[in-house]
């Protein structure tokens, strides 16, 4: 082979543009270039020493790589002379800001024990030098200015074999240089005798690259040689801002390190791809932070990117302290089933919680009280209540406004007078929406109460036996003040230690009294409380008087007995004169404090009615019965009276609803019972007799009548209407939809009717739920006063003996077997009442004969407590069921007894339990005697009487003791979804479980 030098350059040539692999060159992003000889299109341009003759150094060759691109490369071979020293050094190399430089190279070199025929001396290996300089000093080249960096050896160098094969192996090699502090630099290579070809030379320094880490962003950064580390102040990108300063620290391989603080978000941008983004339509951000943009809440919407928060919908509102987060809310509506519980000048009323919340859950109710004065007419003839505001010292307990509970208790109330509570529930957002906001309203009138204690006493007149007094009326006489009650004793002991020995009571029409007979000298207190209709009242606080001590003159001598009789004279004359004044004084008191009510003294019938008192005046005691509904009742004129339509039928003819307009007042809704065609004059007699009986009733929880029509025909009774009729018939409609709370409200407001009606002296004997009817407000009011009508449409509801028909199931024994009717006997009815209502409307005893409830009943038998029932309630029932009748409560007593639990509505969730309650001793009789379930299929049979009878139809059970732990799941899986029903099924399971145990048990 030819071993000219020029040959083998041209054979390096050649092997470098054609085997050499080469790629695309990436260059890590910390490093930047200061020169790289590939990426050159044309010459390079370096200086190369000595060049002289053919002996040319280092040669400039261009070439292609595999890519076809251009590349500049230097190659030198001199090794057939001796003492080479070829040098090639590269242009003004600029340092910018670097400190450290790293160099690069690329080359391949041949083996010396390759090459044939070498004449002088063979290296492999070749010298890296370096000059810094502040300036660009062109051509000019001193080999002793330049500082040598490294000898350069290949790790792989090729041989004759490899240029065979043209397999040619590429070296690499690195060095570094610095520290530099001049502006630029050279760099030289020296060749001392090898065969090398420098491919590439790439200078470059390190630095750590922009970033941006924690939405901040950190500049390109040359690292410093001095110091390991440079801390880096980085910046919030846009839309951001500084939670902590961001700090990271470059290390001098231009690495980031060590990232400190972090930017966050503005409100209305989130943080995308490391940049802070707006949010778009129908999201939102209201906060700083780094968190995603929100989808809006229910009820609001947003329009806009970069929304802080989402605007509401039409008549959705946000309360000021909500978060944004939170959907937009409505006021809720407005409280159900308002039930008012009327106790003299007091009244309880409870409500359930509104239907719908709003969506919120702050839900309090404020209460709203005003008094009603009467009609104000307006141009049309029609009217509107007069109401104002109640008065400052009205009580509400707990408070009026603020509520958590659903029942108020309003105290301090005037007596005989139109109230109307508006129960508003209010949430959140109830103030931002005033035209949304809703309310129940609920009007009653207050019952008669007793007078407020005298609290004004002064003393007038003192002698040594007597003294005068006068008072002031009570604040709130709560109606006509019938007389004052004087109390007096004499004081004995100290201030404290007051005893009361003996006392004297005196009673006074008007409001003064002279209280003779006392002691000379002597202490005294009294008391004094008024009586209306409905009582005495609290007693005042005790008055401390005195009277005078005794005359200083003896009456021994004659001139003083002349003295002692003067005076006795005048004081007759005095004493006979105040005499006259007090009866005429009492006189006209009297005559003035009559009420109104109370001028009728004298009736038809003989009877004589005291003022103030009321008594119940038995209509058939007249001998004209025209004459006791005149006495009663108010004579309508037929023309005020508008029918609507036929809502029912009774035994004297149909039972009608419609309008009533006296004049000057305002029309209200009626129901008109209308006496039929071809009556007879005891049937006449028979159907006025109840509204002689109503109108003797003026209480809240008694059906109210408002008039008759006796002078034309039909013959009518007109009373108020009640929208939700019969309690038994809305109860069953209304199955299990109510509280606990609200059924004793019911209950109460029978229970206060009832109470009222026995202090008149008046006895029910069929008091039944079916007799109990319900207004729009829950209020229950006691009707049906007639006594000779049909009772039911069954013919087995009635037992008729010689004195009429009785309702068995509702009766007390002693009234069934005696006819003993009382105020005890309507009590037991009240019991069955109680349990119809706690059973919603339950046919009490279910299908037993009347015949065997007689017989039951007497032996000790007594119904068990209906599903859910609390036990207090069943006691008062089993009180009520007492054989003996002066065992049983009186209705004061019920309606303290409810008060009570309305109060503490806690003790209402104790509920009965089954097991616990007397022994029945129908369970002892023979099935031949009572109707019983002899075994399983009897249950199964029994079932038909009940309206989920189809869900049984293919259900069988292995035994009694797994038929009686059915629950309602296992009953909604058959088919029994209503509520109502499925009590009944489970207390009908129970009942089979108790005859498992105990013998056979009434179906």
């Given at each position: 082979?030819?071993?000219?030098?020029r040959?083998?350059?041209?054979?390096?040539?050649?092997?470098m543009?054609?085997?050499?692999?080469?790629?695309?060159?990436?260059?890590?992003?910390?490093?930047v270039?200061?020169?790289d000889?590939?990426?050159?299109?044309?010459e390079?341009?370096?200086i190369?020493?000595p060049?002289?003759?053919?002996r040319?150094?280092w040669e400039e060759i261009?070439?292609?790589?595999?890519?076809?691109t251009p590349?500049?490369?230097?190659?030198?071979?001199?090794?057939?002379?001796?003492?080479?020293?070829?040098?090639?050094?590269t242009n003004?190399?600029?340092r910018?800001?670097?400190?450290?430089i790293?160099?690069e190279?690329?080359?391949?070199l041949?083996d010396?024990?390759?090459?044939p025929?070498?004449?002088?001396?063979?290296?492999?290996?070749?010298?890296?030098?370096?000059?810094?300089t502040e300036?660009?000093?062109?051509?000019?080249?001193?080999e002793?200015?330049?500082?040598?960096i490294?000898?350069?050896?290949?790790d792989?160098?090729?041989t004759?074999?490899d240029?065979?094969?043209?397999?040619?192996?590429?070296?690499?090699?690195?060095r570094e240089?610095?520290?530099?502090s001049?502006k630029g630099?050279?760099?030289?290579?020296?060749?001392?005798?090898?065969?090398?070809?420098?491919?590439?030379?790439?200078?470059?320094f390190?630095?750590?690259p922009?970033?941006?880490?924690?939405?901040?962003?950190f500049?390109?950064?040359?690292?410093m040689?001095?110091?390991?580390?440079?801390?880096?102040?980085?910046?919030?990108?846009?839309?951001?801002?500084e939670?902590?300063?961001p700090?990271?620290?470059?290390?001098?391989?231009?690495?980031?390190l060590?990232?400190i603080?972090?930017?966050?978000?503005n409100?209305?941008?989130?943080?995308?791809?490391?940049?802070?983004?707006?949010?778009?339509?129908?999201?939102?951000?209201?906060?700083?932070?780094?968190?995603?943009?929100?989808?809006?809440p229910?009820?609001?919407?947003?329009?806009h990117?970069?929304?802080?928060?989402?605007?509401?919908?039409?008549?959705y509102?946000?309360?000021?302290?909500?978060?944004?987060s939170?959907?937009?809310?409505?006021p809720?509506?407005?409280?159900?089933?308002?039930?008012s519980?009327?106790?003299?000048?007091?009244?309880i009323?409870?409500?359930?919680?509104?239907?719908?919340?709003?969506?919120?859950k702050?839900?309090?109710?404020?209460?709203?009280?005003?008094?009603?004065?009467?009609?104000?007419?307006?141009?049309n003839?029609?009217?509107?209540?007069?109401?104002?505001?109640?008065?400052s010292?009205?009580?509400?307990?707990p408070?009026?406004?603020?509520?958590?509970?659903?029942?108020?208790?309003?105290?301090?109330?005037?007596?005989?007078?139109?109230?109307?509570?508006?129960?508003e529930a209010?949430?959140g957002?109830?103030?931002s929406?005033?035209?949304?906001?809703?309310?129940?309203?609920v009007?009653?009138?207050?019952?008669?109460?007793?007078?407020?204690p005298v609290t004004v006493?002064?003393?007038?007149?003192?002698s040594?036996?007597?003294?005068?007094?006068?008072w002031?009326?009570?604040?709130?006489?709560?109606?006509?003040?019938?007389?004052?009650?004087?109390?007096?004793?004499?004081k004995?002991g100290?201030?404290?230690?007051?005893?009361?020995?003996s006392?004297?009571?005196?009673?006074?029409?008007?409001?003064?009294?002279?209280l003779?007979?006392?002691?000379?000298?002597?202490?005294?207190?009294?008391q004094?409380?008024?009586?209306?209709?409905?009582?005495?009242?609290?007693s005042?606080?005790?008055?401390?008087?005195?009277t005078s001590?005794?005359?200083?003159?003896s009456?021994?001598?004659?001139?003083?007995?002349v003295?002692?009789?003067?005076?006795?004279?005048?004081?007759?004359?005095?004493?006979?004169?105040?005499?006259?004044?007090?009866?005429?004084?009492?006189?006209?008191?009297r005559?003035?404090?009559?009420?109104?009510d109370?001028?009728?003294?004298h009736?038809g019938?003989?009877h004589?009615?005291?003022?103030?008192?009321?008594?119940?005046?038995?209509?058939?005691?007249y001998?004209?019965?025209?004459?006791?509904?005149?006495e009663?009742?108010?004579?309508?004129?037929?023309?005020?009276?508008?029918?609507?339509?036929?809502?029912?039928?009774?035994?004297?003819?149909e039972?009608?609803?419609?309008?009533?307009?006296l004049?000057?007042?305002?029309?209200?809704c009626?129901?008109?019972?209308?006496l039929k065609?071809?009556?007879t004059?005891?049937?006449?007699?028979?159907?006025?007799?109840?509204?002689?009986?109503?109108g003797?009733?003026?209480h809240?929880?008694i059906?109210?009548?408002e008039?008759v029509?006796t002078?034309?025909?039909?013959?009518?009774?007109?009373t108020?209407y009640?929208?939700?009729?019969?309690l038994?018939?809305?109860?069953?409609k209304h199955?299990?939809?109510?509280?606990?709370?609200?059924?004793v409200?019911?209950?109460?407001g029978?229970a206060?009717g009832?109470k009222?009606l026995?202090?008149?002296?008046?006895?029910?004997?069929?008091?039944?739920?079916?007799?109990?009817?319900?207004?729009?407000?829950l209020?229950?009011?006691?009707?049906?006063?007639?006594l000779?009508?049909?009772?039911?449409?069954?013919?087995?509801a009635?037992?008729?003996?010689?004195?009429g028909?009785i309702?068995?199931?509702?009766t007390?024994?002693?009234?069934?077997a005696?006819r003993?009717?009382?105020?005890?006997?309507?009590?037991?009815?009240?019991?069955?009442v109680?349990?119809?209502?706690?059973?919603?409307g339950?046919?009490?005893y279910?299908?037993?004969?009347?015949?065997?409830?007689?017989k039951?009943?007497?032996?000790?038998y007594?119904l068990?407590?209906?599903?859910d029932?609390p036990?207090?309630?069943?006691?008062?029932?089993l009180?009520?069921?007492?054989?003996?009748?002066?065992?049983?409560?009186k209705?004061?007593?019920?309606?303290?007894?409810l008060?009570?639990?309305?109060?503490?509505?806690?003790s209402l969730?104790?509920?009965?339990?089954t097991?616990s309650?007397?022994?029945?001793?129908?369970?002892?009789?023979s099935?031949?005697?009572?109707?019983s379930?002899?075994n399983?299929?009897?249950?199964?049979?029994?079932?038909?009487?009940?309206?989920?009878?189809?869900?049984?139809s293919?259900?069988?059970?292995?035994s009694?003791?797994?038929?009686?732990?059915?629950?309602?799941?296992?009953?909604?899986?058959?088919?029994?979804?209503?509520?109502?029903p499925?009590?009944?099924?489970?207390?009908?399971?129970?009942?089979?479980?108790?005859?498992t145990?105990?013998?056979?048990?009434p179906?």
């Open positions: 082979m030819d071993c000219n030098p040959s083998l350059l041209f054979i390096l040539h050649l092997l543009t054609c085997v050499i692999p080469a790629f695309p060159i990436i260059y890590p992003p910390n490093e270039n200061l020169l000889s590939k990426a050159s299109q044309g390079l341009g370096w190369s020493y060049s002289h003759g053919w040319e150094n261009s070439g292609v790589d595999e890519h076809y590349i500049r490369t230097f190659q030198v071979c001199n090794v057939m002379e001796y003492s080479q020293n070829n040098w090639l050094r003004w190399i600029p910018r800001s670097a400190q450290k790293y160099v190279l690329k080359f391949t041949r010396c024990n390759s090459i025929l070498v004449l002088g001396t063979c290296k492999e290996t070749f010298n890296l030098l370096y000059l810094e300036d660009d000093e062109g051509s000019h080249f001193r002793h200015q330049f500082l040598k490294d000898t350069i050896a290949a792989e160098s090729f004759q074999t240029l065979g094969d043209r397999i040619l192996k590429l070296n690499t090699e690195v240089v610095g520290p530099m001049k630099f050279y760099l030289a290579f020296q060749d001392v005798g090898a065969c090398v070809a420098l491919v590439s030379v790439r200078v470059y390190k630095k750590c922009y970033t941006v880490r924690n939405l901040a962003s500049p390109d950064t040359v690292p040689d001095s110091q390991s580390l440079v801390e880096v102040k980085g910046s919030c990108v846009n839309h951001s801002k939670e902590e300063p700090r990271m620290y470059c290390s001098t391989e231009g690495e980031w060590v990232p603080g972090k930017c966050l978000c409100p209305g941008y989130e943080e995308r791809s490391s940049t802070c983004q707006t949010c778009r339509a129908g999201f939102y951000k209201s906060t700083l932070g780094n968190m995603e943009c929100s989808k809006c229910p009820h609001s919407f947003s329009h990117e970069g929304s802080l928060h989402c605007s509401c919908e039409k008549n509102f946000r309360a000021e302290g909500d978060p944004a939170m959907a937009c809310t409505r809720p509506s407005s409280p159900r089933n308002v039930i519980s009327i106790n003299e000048t007091s009244v009323l409870d409500w359930s919680w509104p239907e719908d919340s709003g969506g919120r702050d839900i309090t109710f404020t209460v709203l009280c005003k008094r009603c004065r009467g009609v104000v007419a307006n141009g003839n029609s009217g509107t209540q007069r109401c104002e505001p109640c008065r010292n009205v009580r509400f307990l408070r009026a406004t603020g509520l958590h509970n659903t029942t108020v208790t309003v105290a301090d109330l005037l007596a005989h007078t139109n109230y109307t509570f508006e129960i209010q949430n957002v109830s103030l929406a005033p035209k949304m906001r809703q309310y129940a309203a009007t009653i009138t207050t019952n008669q109460a007793a007078p407020s006493i002064r003393k007038e007149k003192t040594r036996n007597s003294v005068s007094l006068t002031q009326e009570p604040e709130r006489p709560n109606g006509i003040i019938l007389d004052y009650e004087i109390k007096y004793y004499e004995v100290s201030d404290y230690e007051e005893q009361e020995t006392y004297t009571i005196l009673r006074a029409r008007g409001c003064n009294v002279t003779n007979g006392l002691k000379p000298n002597t202490a005294y207190l009294l004094i409380r008024a009586r209306t209709a409905a009582g005495y009242g609290a005042s606080p005790s008055f401390q008087f005195e001590p005794d005359s200083a003159f009456i021994s001598s004659e001139s003083s007995q003295v002692l009789i003067a005076i006795s004279s005048a004081v007759a004359i005095i004493l006979l004169t105040v005499l006259l004044y007090v009866l005429i004084g009492r006189f006209c008191c005559s003035k404090s009559k009420h109104p109370e001028k009728r003294l009736f019938n003989g004589l009615r005291l003022p103030g008192i009321r008594t119940y005046v038995d209509p058939h005691t001998e004209d019965p025209s004459q006791a509904v005149h009663f009742a108010k004579e309508l004129d037929a023309s005020c009276i508008a029918i609507d339509k036929v809502v029912g039928a009774g035994e004297f003819g039972v009608c609803s419609g309008r009533l307009k004049p000057s007042k305002k029309e209200i009626v129901a008109i019972k209308t065609g071809g009556y004059d005891k049937q006449r007699r028979d159907f006025l007799a109840e509204a002689s009986i109503m003797q009733f003026d809240p929880n059906i109210r009548l008039g029509v002078r034309s025909k039909p013959v009518m009774i007109v108020e009640m929208e939700n009729g019969s038994d018939s809305f109860l069953r199955d299990a939809q109510f509280t606990g709370i609200q059924l409200g019911m209950l109460r029978i206060s009832m009222y026995s202090d008149m002296g008046y006895v029910h004997r069929d008091l039944a739920a079916r007799n109990i009817l319900v207004n729009s407000n209020v229950c009011k006691v009707s049906d006063f007639g000779s009508r049909v009772l039911e449409d069954d013919p087995e009635a037992y008729t003996t010689r004195g028909k309702p068995i199931r509702w007390a024994p002693e009234a069934i005696y003993k009717f009382t105020s005890a006997s309507d009590a037991w009815s009240y019991g069955i109680l349990w119809e209502v706690m059973s919603y339950e046919r009490p279910w299908e037993m004969s009347n015949q065997d409830v007689i039951a009943v007497d032996e000790g007594r068990p407590p209906p599903m029932c036990a207090t309630l069943y006691q008062l029932m009180d009520c069921w007492q054989k003996e009748r002066n065992n049983r409560p209705f004061e007593q019920i309606v303290s007894i008060d009570k639990l309305i109060r503490n509505p806690g969730k104790i509920t009965a339990n097991t309650r007397p022994a029945n001793l129908l369970l002892d009789r099935s031949a005697e009572v109707p379930m002899g399983m299929g009897d249950w199964m049979d029994a079932m038909r009487t009940l309206p989920c009878k189809e869900a049984f293919g259900v069988s059970y292995s009694c003791d797994t038929l009686a732990k059915t629950s309602t799941e296992d009953l909604k899986k058959v088919g029994v979804t209503v509520v109502g499925q009590k009944k099924i489970v207390s009908s399971l129970k009942a089979l479980d108790s005859h145990k105990n013998g056979p048990v179906v």
